[in-house]
């Protein structure tokens, strides 16, 4: 069993910065793919990044390449995602998962564990 703990959200004007953490249990952390999504109120959940478990591949939804970095401390068994010049629809619950397997990358299929999220609120 593979416990996630998200943290980091809160509310910050758009331009703004935040660093959402994921911190990890188990002692295989370091072999799983982790991936960032997030749910915006009355939208379906979206894929926002991923990475696989050396942190030497990464993948981003183009609606946030270049602004967000996906990476990871295997050490920690923690995973981030720094999130610069924010915008509005940036506004969402921000989970992360793992696939222990490997199989996961940008769909939903495959992750087998899920944090409880945090929310993420950009003002204009």
């Known amino acids: 069993q593979v416990q996630l703990v998200e943290s980091g959200g809160g509310l910050v004007q758009a331009g703004g910065s935040l660093r959402l953490s994921c911190a990890a249990s188990?002692?295989?952390?370091?072999?799983?793919?982790m991936g960032w999504f997030r749910q915006a109120p009355g939208k379906e959940r979206e894929f926002v990044a991923a990475i696989r478990w050396s942190g030497g591949r990464t993948y981003y939804a183009d609606s946030v390449k270049g602004r967000f970095t996906i990476f990871r401390d295997n050490a920690k068994s923690t995973m981030y995602l720094q999130m610069n010049s924010l915008k509005p629809e940036d506004t969402a619950v921000y989970r992360c998962a793992a696939d222990p397997y490997g199989s996961a990358w940008a769909s939903q299929t495959g992750y087998l564990y899920w944090g409880q999220g945090t929310q993420v609120t950009v003002s204009s």
């Open positions: 188990g002692r295989t952390f370091s072999t799983y793919t």
